[in-house]
Structure formats: structure tokens, C-alpha cells
């Protein structure tokens, strides 16, 4: 009697997966334009069901969400304006106050050569007219 109940489960589902690869054929082979078709109605069909709003309430949202754009735009305007300036001045004040003591430094050192060019050259002078006098 065990053996029996097994012999039918088995048999039952040996019976089943060829009823499951006949049906699965049969889903594979559906035809193409078929499902297009079907696909497109159901789009229609949800597209009937959904309550679109009135022009009047579209406007207004369009409105709402320009202006809440122009709102932010200004606000991070302002602010990298205002970052922008305050770097842009730290940045020039520094770049002057390197070149200031660059230039007083080059100026110093140019000042040192020229006394030293000078008293060189006085020197050499009073050489040259002293071997020319004697």
C-alpha cells in the first residue's frame, strides 16, 4: 500500500512538470505584437484612473516652484558673493604685503650697489687722476 501511494505521488508529479513545460511552450511562444498591444491598454486603462489636475492649479504649483528657485538661486548668489569678496580681499592684502617688502628689500639692496658703485667708481677716479698728474 506504501509503495502504491509513492508510485502515484511520483507518477502525479512526472505528470505535473510535463504539464509545466507544456505551459511554459505555450507562454514562450506568445506572440510579441500581442503583448505590445496588451501593454498599451493597460497604460490606457491606468492612465483613465489617475485625476489629473485643473490648469488653474498647475499654473500656480509652476509659479510656486519658480520662485522658490529664484529665492534660493539669490541666497547662494549672495552668499559666494560674499565668501568670494571676503577670500578674494585676504588674498590681495597678502599679495600687496609680499610685494611691498619684496620691493623694499630690492630697493634696499639696489640702494647698497649703487652707494657701493659709487664710491668704486670715485675711488678708481681719483686713482686715474692721481697716475695722470704724476
Not at 501511494?5 to 511552450?25: L, P
Given at each position: ?65 519658480i520662485v522658490s528657485i529664484l529665492i534660493s538661486g ?61
Amino acid at each position: 500500500m506504501a509503495d502504491e501511494k509513492k508510485a502515484k505521488k511520483t507518477a502525479e508529479k512526472k505528470s505535473d512538470k510535463k504539464a509545466d513545460k507544456k505551459s511554459k511552450d505555450k507562454k514562450k511562444r506568445t506572440n510579441p505584437f500581442k503583448a505590445i498591444g496588451s501593454f498599451f491598454k493597460s497604460v490606457r486603462s491606468e492612465g483613465k484612473k489617475v485625476t489629473w489636475p485643473k490648469n488653474k492649479e498647475v499654473w500656480k504649483n509652476t509659479l510656486v516652484v519658480i520662485v522658490s528657485i529664484l529665492i534660493s538661486g539669490l541666497i547662494i548668489f549672495g552668499v559666494d558673493r560674499l565668501l568670494s569678496d571676503g577670500i578674494m580681499a585676504n588674498i590681495k592684502k597678502a599679495a600687496q604685503n609680499r610685494t611691498t617688502t619684496a620691493a623694499d628689500t630690492t630697493e634696499e639692496q639696489t640702494t647698497a650697489e649703487a652707494l657701493e658703485e659709487s664710491t668704486v667708481a670715485a675711488t678708481e677716479a681719483e686713482t686715474t687722476e692721481a697716475t695722470t698728474a704724476e
